[in-house]
Antibody
Framework: QVQLVQSGAEVKKPGASVKVSCKASGYTFTSYDINWVRQATGQGLEWMGWMNPNSGNTGYAQKFQGRVTMTRNTSISTAYMELSSLRSEDTAVYYC????????WGQGTLVTVSS | QAGLTQPPSVSKGLRQTATLTCTGNSNNVGNQGAAWLQQHQGHPPKLLSYRNNNRPSGISERFSASRSGNTASLTITGLQPEDEADYYCSAWDSSLSEGVFGGGTKLTVL
C-alpha cells in the first residue's frame, strides 16, 4: 500500500533552517508530484509548494519564495522540504502529500521554532 | 489566510444530510474544480473527493461532491458520529499558479 513516512519532530531557534524528509513506498516515486502543506495548531491547511520527483521541477507559494527549497533523492524515493530563516510563526505540522489531488499524506512532522 | 471560502461550522443531527460549500473564483474552483479532504483531530487529512466527484477507493458513497460555477459542494448523507471532523476544500489556482485551500468547516453531528 502507498505510504509516505516523514522524519521526526524538530525544535529550532529563530533564524535557523529545518529540513523535513518524506519517504515514499508502495508506488513509483517518480510518477506523482509531491506537495508540501503545513498546519499551525488550531489553524487550517496552507499550501507551500510542489515538486516533480522525475524532473526535479518545483513551484512554490509566493509567501515562501526565497525561503523554501524542495528536493528529492530518487534512489531512496525520498522528498525533502527545507525552510530557512525560521520564525515563531513557522511553528506548525508539515505534511507531504502525493499527487495534485493529495491522494495520500504523510503522518506530519511538528516543527517548533522557539528561542 | 484561506484562498477559498468555507463556512466555519455546520451542525446537523444523526442520520441527517449535511451540505458543505466552498466558494472560489473562475481561476480555481470554476476552472478545474475542487477536492475535498476530511481531517479528524490529531490526524493528517484524508482525500474524500477530487475533481468535483471522483472518490478514491474506500470512500463511502455517502460522500458526494458537485460544483456549480465557482462554488463546490460536499454532501454527506446519513450522518454518523465518525463524520464529525474538519472538512477542507482545495483547488489549483491557475492565475496564482498555486494550490489554495479553504479555511475549513467544522462539522458537528448532534
Amino acid at each position: 500500500q502507498v505510504q509516505l513516512v516523514q522524519s521526526g519532530a524538530e525544535v529550532k531557534k529563530p533564524g535557523a533552517s529545518v529540513k523535513v524528509s518524506c519517504k515514499a513506498s508502495g508506488y513509483t516515486f517518480t510518477s506523482y508530484d509531491i506537495n508540501w502543506v503545513r498546519q499551525a495548531t488550531g489553524q487550517g491547511l496552507e499550501w507551500m509548494g510542489w515538486m516533480n520527483p522525475n524532473s526535479g521541477n518545483t513551484g512554490y507559494a509566493q509567501k515562501f519564495q526565497g525561503r523554501v527549497t524542495m528536493t528529492r533523492n530518487t534512489s531512496i524515493s525520498t522528498a525533502y522540504m527545507e525552510l530557512s530563516s525560521l520564525r515563531s510563526e513557522d511553528t506548525a505540522v508539515y505534511y507531504c502529500a502525493r499527487g495534485d489531488t493529495y491522494r495520500n499524506w504523510g503522518q506530519g512532522t511538528l516543527v517548533t521554532v522557539s528561542s | 489566510q484561506a484562498g477559498l471560502t468555507q463556512p466555519p461550522s455546520v451542525s446537523k443531527g444523526l442520520r441527517q444530510t449535511a451540505t458543505l460549500t466552498c466558494t472560489g473564483n473562475s481561476n480555481n474552483v470554476g476552472n478545474q474544480g475542487a477536492a475535498w479532504l476530511q481531517q479528524h483531530q490529531g490526524h493528517p487529512p484524508k482525500l474524500l473527493s477530487y475533481r468535483n466527484n471522483n472518490r478514491p477507493s474506500g470512500i463511502s458513497e455517502r460522500f458526494s461532491a458537485s460544483r456549480s460555477g465557482n462554488t463546490a459542494s460536499l454532501t454527506i448523507t446519513g450522518l454518523q458520529p465518525e463524520d464529525e471532523a474538519d472538512y477542507y476544500c482545495s483547488a489549483w489556482d491557475s492565475s496564482l499558479s498555486e494550490g489554495v485551500f479553504g479555511g475549513g468547516t467544522k462539522l458537528t453531528v448532534l
